[in-house]
């Protein structure tokens, strides 16, 4: 019986911060870099970064560094990016419009839909060539269109109402900025963006600095 | 010689959302709740919460649960919420205002100072009674006022440089929203918001999900 591959989702974590640096080094036309000069750079352990990489092939030679390209390339289809995903934001306050303009998105592959809000104000609305849609047209708009991945940047209070309504309309991805923990099928995928519990957990370190009974804590990347 | 106390990251990173489900609680007037009540609305297991909340003294008893209150009082003081954040955000594009309209941030004793942008466009603006000052000025505004804590929402290319304005006149947390890895001094305490890197986890759970590929993982919440 073949061996199921485990990737664990500590490994997962740390894959987009690869792909960041791996990018950065092919723009500045490095072809080869050993663990220990990535891990000067990235933070992470040099055993650390072997360990991880050793989960996707054989892009290392002893001595000679992984090849640069090769390993980017590789890390982008584990993390998804060969494909398109069919995108909609629900919510066009400061949040949404924040991320609709974020260009680095439409760079790798996610291709904005529409916009929904309950704002007439905001209704016709164009942000990036995309139209603000009313939200009562959510549901009607799922049925005619595939889409991917819904981002829902609403007020907690509507946040499971709306996400009920991508899930039951075939959205499999959910990056939700809400501070409620959704409730969603086994199938779909939830990914938070918790800002206030961001905020706290920095307010508790300045404070347990400021006490000057600072402890040990490892990298919070590597956690 | 006493003990000192250890608390590690992974303890801080959960205690804002035991924050939140306590303040929902007590808004909904609950006085006790047992582990296994907490384990069921939270997510994690009633004995991670013991051992978790067991880190700060004595709220629980066996078969009675634990004060509602006084947990929720004692996890704000270990969260530092029980003194003020003199604030500025740098960056006035929809990401700074977004975070300067949230008003959850106030209710927990941040005082926004100043917003600073180096668009003339948007200097002399005001959000929340909050004017954008120009970025021409930051320094000269730092060494006249106190101030404990910087929010980057500026593009990458000037993070640092920001970022080091900031700790050089005596910002001792940066909750920092640009998608680099930003170079501090010691006693400096970084948060990072990576929308980009949360996006890619994104993608990469799906990828494995769609392929039909599902691996066994952790609760990503308990990471």
Redesign the interface.
Known sequence: MEK???????V??R???Y??YLRELLRKDVDRISSKELSERI?FTASQIRQDLNNFGDFGQQGYGYNVRELYKQIGI????T?D?NTVIIGA???G???A??S??KS?G?KLKAIFDRNPKLVGLKIRDVEVVDSDDLEAFLKENEI??GIICVPKEYAQDICKKLTDNGV??I?NFA?I?LDVPK?V?V????????????????????MG?R????N??Q?
Chains 1, 2 share one sequence.
Not at 4 to 10: L, P, R, V, W
Not at 78 to 81: P, T, V
Request: proline fraction near 4%; aromatic fraction near 10%; glycine fraction near 6%.
């Open positions: 199921k591959k485990y990737i664990s989702m500590a997962i974590k894959l987009p911060k792909h960041r933070g584990i993390l998804g990016l494909k995903y306050g400061n949040l419009q924040a991320i303009n974020y680095y998105f790798i996610f991917d991945l499999s991805g990056w501070p923990d199938d995928i990914e938070n963006v918790n800002l206030s519990e961001s905020l706290l957990t920095l307010t508790c370190r300045m404070n347990d600095n400021l009974n402890r040990k804590m490892k919070p990347s956690i």
